[in-house]
């Protein structure tokens, strides 16, 4: 089972996958937004269901309510929302939530997918993309079981990571990016979408010291842009290594975003 290629009329395919609801808002959604409006057909996922992001709700309320307030971003986006499959603190790189990923990973079957950065604050963070990574290599191969129990699929992909949060790695080393993206078109919409997040404002100012969130993620854009020497807002971006997704030269983000897409 795999593409039939552009002749055919297949939509293009990308997927962010991230940890927690709001993860994808922070460091990824202008980059999403723009291969959407590239035409680009986008799927959304957390890995983890939000339950630690409250001081006063209960679990089971504040997973319903970060459920929703994430598939309200992804509708924005334009994005087909998946669920997530873990509490928080509980995206650990084993079998049984590989195999759980890797059999949506096929159903979806990107081109471009989206991860967290491999070396970010939190472990969380580094699992999901981790996961997400393993679950992309697995793809192909009849004799990984997935479950649900999924048929293999073939094709290109390319994995690019997100910029860590705070960007720096766990020992506060700044980090760099191959690829910067400029946002500033799709800059309102990356805030629309944080918006839907309503529940998380005072919780991460209390819990991680985040102050304003919006204006967090605006500064964050713009410290990147900065970083590109050429852009007022952009998402930064590093490429996995092609051994196992592709051909080498492949970069089908660079290719769909063109002039927005920059390398130093």
Request: proline residues 7%; charged residues 25%; hydrophobic residues 45%.
């Amino acid at each position: 089972m795999g593409r039939e290629g552009e002749a055919a009329g297949m939509d293009k395919v990308a997927f962010a996958i991230a940890a927690h609801p709001d993860d994808i808002e922070f460091m990824m959604a202008g980059t999403l937004l723009l291969l959407g409006r590239a035409g680009w057909k986008l799927h959304y996922m957390n890995v983890a269901n939000g339950s630690c992001g409250t001081g006063e709700a209960g679990r089971e309320e504040i997973v319903a309510v970060r459920a929703e307030e994430a598939r309200a971003a992804a509708e924005l986006a334009g994005a087909t929302f998946h669920p997530p499959l873990v509490n928080d603190f509980e995206i650990f790189y084993e079998a049984g939530l590989l195999g759980r990923l890797a059999a949506i990973v096929r159903r979806v079957n990107p081109e471009i997918l989206l991860v967290p950065a491999p070396n970010d604050y939190m472990e969380d963070h580094a699992n999901a993309a981790r996961l997400a990574v393993t679950a992309a290599f697995v793809r192909n191969m009849p004799n990984f079981p997935t479950d649900p129990p999924t048929p293999p699929v073939e094709g290109r992909l390319a994995i690019y990571h997100a910029m860590p949060v705070g960007l720096t790695d766990p020992l506060r080393r700044p980090a760099a990016a191959e690829l910067y993206v400029d946002i500033s078109a799709v800059l309102e919409g990356k805030r629309r979408m944080l918006a839907c997040h309503a529940s998380q404002k005072e919780w991460l100012d209390r819990s991680q010291g985040i102050g304003s969130y919006l204006k967090s993620m605006e500064e964050t854009s713009a410290r990147v842009g900065r970083l590109s020497g050429r852009f007022a807002h952009a998402e930064g971006w590093r490429r996995h290594a092609h051994l196992g997704f592709g051909p080498e030269e492949f970069d089908p983000l660079g290719e769909a975003l063109g002039d927005r897409a920059f390398r130093p």
